[in-house]
């Protein structure tokens, strides 16, 4: 319940028009936010074929310093995850392999990378009446023109205090 009233918080505070959710055990919350707030939840299919574009733009954000985090559970959720693409060429963000090299490593926590993405591809599939998903851009491109001359970013991102493991060698 903690985590429902920060996203009714959240939604109001900033006007959310939209969730993009992991279906993953969420049809309680989903179904609350809409019945009881009218909060639409947009289901994200955690697959490689909707979710390719979107952890490309995010690596490209992280890349290029539009996005980062100064959130350390954040930043530490960034290094666990990896984006290398399959031997189809599409990518999402992934648990990398146990030492064993079997299975993924349960231990290592990637859902604020994950919930990235997923804001992401909500971002670049809009509902074309909502305009507050096409200023996502123009901001996130302002935030990197501004750090690029050396300003403090005016608008609102995300920033990363330490490199991630998959940006290594990139």
């Given amino acids: 319940m903690i985590v ?4 009714v918080e959240l939604c109001k505070r900033f006007k959310v028009t939209d969730i993009g959710f992991d279906p993953y055990r969420a049809d309680d919350y989903v179904n609350a936010l809409y019945d009881e707030h009218q909060i639409i939840c ?3 299919p955690q697959k490689e074929s909707v979710l390719t574009q979107a952890s490309q733009i995010f690596q490209r954000g992280v890349l290029g310093g539009s996005i980062c985090f100064l959130d350390p559970v954040t930043a530490w959720m960034a290094r666990n995850v990896d984006l290398t693409p399959s031997k189809f060429g599409g990518v999402k963000p992934q648990k990398p392999k146990s030492e064993e090299g079997d299975t993924k490593d349960s231990r290592m926590k990637i859902d604020g990378v ?3 993405v997923n804001a992401i591809q909500r971002w670049k599939n809009p509902d074309p009446q ?4 096409r200023s996502l851009q123009d901001s996130l491109s302002r935030a990197a023109d501004e750090r690029a ?5 005016t608008t609102k991102a995300i920033f990363l205090t330490d490199t991630p493991s998959w940006l290594k060698g990139i």
């Fill in 4 to 7: 429902y009233d920060d996203i």
């Fill in 42 to 44: 947009t289901l994200v």
């Fill in 114 to 116: 994950s919930s990235c």
């Fill in 130 to 133: 909502e305009e507050s998903f």
């Fill in 149 to 153: 001359t050396g300003q403090t970013p």
